[in-house]
């Protein structure tokens, strides 16, 4: 089955939502890539971009929330926090064993699961603090 972003994760913030929508879509292309029995070295590569991708625009969620005084930045860049752990630890998993199915339905559950429990609670807020802030000369 496809994973993709899915109009309700809009959190109505443009360059944010384009970033989450390429995450969903490295996600898609990593679990194709396992179901389609890919080589180690190209489900390792688009594995490799997921996690790169997702620290980059956990930088830019963070930057965005700092230069807005964003207050709840803490506590949100918390969840990043543990959210990279985890990505990373499925990471070495798989440079053990490789794409095991094992493997494939943490991604689809854990990985999938909680980014869009994390966008609907914590990426909505930080959106309606930002759409609140007045416009930027
Ligand atoms: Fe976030």
Redesign the pocket.
């Known amino acids: 089955m496809p994973v993709s972003w899915t109009p309700d994760l809009s959190i109505g913030v443009e360059k944010l939502d384009l970033q989450h929508q390429q995450i969903f879509a490295a996600l898609d292309d990593l679990l194709a890539a396992m179901r389609q029995g890919k080589g180690k070295a190209e489900v390792g590569r688009t594995l490799a971009f997921l996690v790169g991708y997702v620290a980059e625009h956990?930088v830019m969620?963070e930057r965005t929330m700092r230069e807005s005084g964003y207050p709840g930045l803490e506590s949100?860049r918390g969840?990043?926090e543990v959210f990279a752990r985890d990505v990373r630890a499925l990471k070495s998993v798989f440079d053990t064993y490789g794409a095991t199915s094992v493997l494939a339905i943490d991604v689809t559950n854990r990985v999938v699961g909680w980014l869009r429990d994390?966008i609907l609670r914590?990426?909505v807020e930080?959106a309606r603090y930002l759409n609140s802030l007045p416009p930027r000369e």
């Open positions: 956990f969620e949100h969840e990043h994390h914590r990426d930080m």
